[in-house]
DNA sequence: TTGTACGCGTTATCAT
DNA sequence: ATGATAACGCGTACAA
């Protein structure tokens, strides 16, 4: 059995209550006494048993996240830097779940719930609002990253994804291209009809009209290299653009049409999504639409943080936080290269 | 204040200790009051605190993870990934930290021996081995991932970084390279000083004498753009091939060549380390070296259960598991394409 | 088969 | 300023 405060009394010579009072530098307790205990506290290695100091009713200092992590590695690992970040700031620590599927996040739910987190932040919703009326209902604060409910009010971070294919739609548009394909992931999932919308709406607005056998989508983004060639083997006209999902997304992409002795910019201009490290790296270097994904990260945690620490009996205005996406404009989608490009 | 299992109790008309079994679904029960009781719970939502099961001398079915995480996002976040898995499957959750630094290192223990997890998962080891030891005598189970300290037998599992650098080096050599430049991450780093070890294992089985002035260190590795740029015009003769410290340091060093106007692999021959998802997809595609980097983290998480479940009377013998690496030969070190590629 | 009572480690309350 | 005691929610030894 680990050490315990009582072994610290014995040894200090004083009773727990005091050892207590000591150990959470309370102010009414003798300096010399304070000493005592601390000095013993430390000879013995004491550490407070958290799950104690939970159960007598006061925090579980720990914060549950729930993430969808569809392979999207280097996207959710951006997210849970700026989490891991705020939450060290606040002495939190953070349980982290991944949601492959509705069973899996169920599993999650439970888990954190049983672990008494004092708050969660939520990037999965694979069994729809069901799980978020319940934290509701129970109190639980909780802050959606990157995901968004109809007709249900509550707190969320999110990336601007239909202006961001808006954005580089607009942008393909404007370098001439009129067949452009369109590639998606999962369709239910929010962020893919998002795109869409975007794509859609900057069609709609240079008056270019919508064709369905443009818009491709696969579950597993990163295996979409097949779908890419086959599709633009059979459209006839060929796309001389590909709005790729995101940037992980453009590297088949990018093999697709070098397999078909496609050259980029000329004969297919290409922009990614994201903006991830490698995306200025690549040849030619990627278009891509910056997002600000560590932000998101940093931001929800600290919403959730405000929430949690503010007094129940004040009501509480939910917080939407969008970020816009900028487009970093690179070689793959220009053929003549930008003066000074919009580099970072 | 949450529902307990006194509320339960109340509902299903039994007492709590009753409850407590229908719920645990011990044998001892009658299978009327256990549906009974079961309703009841599934009614009020009723989930268990394990806040108070830990407390009362069961495990806190929690593990904790300390990363080094030196921005090297997909490495760790495979490792997490394999973490993960295996820990779900046996219903433990996992509590991450960032150890950035000394300091950070130490609040993250602090953390977690407060959270009395039931094990740990360490991939830093900026304290030096003194944590180690405090864990050891405290009994509490841990594993080293891709770390190892000399003269303290404990549990780990690596990657073979040297014998990694040392299949890549002998490759360059065979393809006739004489000068190689080696890039390192930190030179503190264990990491870097056995790719160290393995380049000149490599050299001296071909009887190339050591040349201090090729190996190259730079703390932040994916910034080593300007340095590799340095170092490529400064040296007389120039390198013919780089053994860049991982997949995301080839990045810049092939931009840097790129701005050299030196043609890859004709002028400079190039190899990368962990083989990334995106290797295959760079042009041209990234020889590498393949890591179980997902295995590994799978792997110690088993080796940590079963240390975990280890009877304390039974001795223990440590288990040390080295990943050897594969070779995997892309175009960015060989002027002629091997017939049948290596490609994943 | 079911119920009563205690203890896990901590802190708040009350008493001294 | 310090000490005794109760309570948090759960599981279990023991009693019935």
Redesign the interface.
């Known amino acids: 059995?680990?050490i315990t405060i009582h072994d610290v009394a014995r040894l200090a010579g004083v009773s727990t209550s005091t050892a207590s009072r000591a150990l959470n530098r309370r102010p009414d307790v003798s300096k010399e006494v304070r000493a005592r205990v601390q000095a013993a506290a430390k000879e013995l290695?004491y550490?407070?048993?958290?799950?104690?100091r939970?159960?007598k009713g006061a925090t579980?200092?720990?914060l549950g996240v729930i993430l969808y992590n569809s392979r999207l590695?280097?996207f959710?690992?951006?997210i849970?830097?700026g989490i891991?970040d705020i939450s060290?700031h606040h002495?939190y620590?953070?349980?982290?779940?991944?949601a492959h599927d509705a069973a899996?996040e169920r599993?999650a739910y439970?888990?954190?719930?049983?672990?008494?987190v004092d708050g969660l932040l939520i990037n999965s919703l694979n069994n729809g609002v069901e799980p978020l009326k319940?934290l509701a209902t129970?109190n639980i604060p909780f802050v959606l990253i990157n995901r968004r409910v109809d007709n249900f009010d509550c707190d969320y971070v999110m990336v601007n994804y239909q202006r961001g294919s808006y954005l580089a739609t607009c942008h393909l548009l404007e370098q001439g291209h009129r067949r452009i394909l369109c590639q998606l992931g999962a369709p239910q999932h929010s962020p893919s009809q998002e795109r869409l919308r975007g794509y859609c709406e900057a069609l709609e607005e240079f008056g270019v009209p919508f064709e369905p056998e443009l818009v491709i989508a696969s579950g597993q983004v990163?295996e979409c290299y097949d779908l890419v060639l086959e599709t633009m083997r059979r459209l006839k006209p060929a796309p001389t653009a590909i709005l790729a999902y995101n940037d992980?997304a453009a590297?088949?992409v990018?093999?697709a049409l070098?397999e078909l002795k496609l050259r980029v910019p000329e004969d297919v201009a290409v922009t990614g999504q994201n903006d991830l490290?490698?995306a200025?790296?690549?040849?030619p270097a990627l278009t891509s639409v910056a997002q600000s994904v560590y932000e998101m990260g940093r931001r929800s945690t600290e919403i959730l943080f405000e929430k949690i620490r503010w007094p129940q009996d004040t009501p509480w205005a939910t917080q939407q936080v969008i970020y816009e996406p900028k487009l970093v404009v690179r070689d793959s989608s220009v053929m003549v290269l930008p003066s000074v490009a919009a580099e970072r």
Chains 1, 2 share one sequence.
């Not at 550490?47 to 104690?52: E, G, I, T, Y």
């Not at 620590?93 to 991944?98: A, E, L």
């Not at 439970?110 to 008494?116: H, T, Y």
């Not at 200025?280 to 040849?283: A, M, S």
Request: a positive charge; charged letters at 20%.
């Open positions: 059995m680990a290695n550490a407070v048993n958290l799950h104690a939970a159960l579980s200092k720990t590695l280097s959710s690992a951006a849970m830097e891991h060290l002495g620590s953070v349980i982290v779940c991944n899996a599993q439970q888990m954190l719930l049983e672990k008494r319940r129970e990163i992980e590297l088949p990018l093999k070098r490290f490698f200025p790296f690549l040849v």
